[in-house]
């Protein structure tokens, strides 16, 4: 079946310590989104791809940065995580302006 | 920016009950879709529906654009529907904005 794929399912770092999620998609869309959730909240956009130009959300912090090597794979890059950076990370593809298929989700865990 | 609001934020059924979940934007929007999000964190399609009235089952949606609210219609409720439901819209730029959701808990 067609979908999105998140690795791992559950990430543990280190306070400071960098750390890459992934996602990668079968369904062959050109708009890839990374989101992050955190405890009882709703998601919050943190930025896109659209085929392979990139927009950050205004409010992103530096901290984070994407990386889409080709059409199938996206990754998020946390370069220092903080205490704060603690949630579930969300990613999703679309078409352009059409409907949102989201992955399973990475858990984040900071010490 | 462009505002959502859901209600209510917290909803109790007893299983096999009727609800409506609400959610209104304060500007236009390209696009709207309900999210049905799993215990496990998934958040599931339910609606893609700029405008008109769908039907899936159980559930069905109805969106007004022009008075800027959206209907999710969940009938004879069943322990699986617990969860949080989210409303997303879509304005210019790919933006993508989410209530703050629903949580149901359907009681057996």
């Known amino acids: 079946d067609a979908m999105v794929i998140q690795n791992p399912r559950y990430q543990v770092t280190q306070f400071g310590k960098p750390v890459t999620l992934s996602c990668s998609q079968t369904?062959?869309?050109?708009?890839m989104y990374w989101y992050q959730q955190k405890s009882s909240q709703a998601p919050k956009l943190l930025f896109h791809?659209?085929?392979?130009?990139?927009?950050n959300e205004a409010d992103t912090p530096d901290n984070f940065q994407s990386r889409r090597p080709n059409t199938s794979f996206c990754f998020l890059d946390i370069r220092s995580p903080g205490l704060g950076d603690a949630a579930m990370y969300l990613c999703?593809?679309?078409?352009?302006?059409?409907?949102?298929?989201f992955g399973p989700g990475t858990r984040l865990t900071v010490l | 920016g462009i505002q959502v609001e859901q209600s209510p934020p917290d909803l109790i059924l007893q299983e096999g009950a009727n609800s409506t979940l609400r959610c209104n934007f304060s500007?236009?929007?390209?696009?709207l879709q309900w999210f049905h999000q799993n215990p496990w964190g998934q958040l599931i399609n339910l609606f893609y529906?700029?405008?008109g009235t769908k039907q899936n089952g159980r559930l069905s949606a109805t969106t007004v654009a022009t008075e800027r609210y959206s209907l999710l219609y969940i009938s004879s409720s069943q322990t699986t529907d617990s969860g949080v439901y989210f409303c997303?819209?879509?304005?210019?730029?790919?933006?993508?904005?989410f209530g703050a959701g629903t949580r149901l808990f359907v009681k057996a």
């Open positions: 791809y659209y085929d392979k130009d990139f927009n």
């Open positions: 997303a819209v879509y304005t210019g730029g790919f933006k993508t904005i």
């Open positions: 369904l062959n869309h050109n708009v």
């Open positions: 500007d236009s929007v390209n696009n």
């Open positions: 529906i700029p405008s």
């Open positions: 999703a593809t679309s078409s352009l302006g059409d409907t949102q298929y």
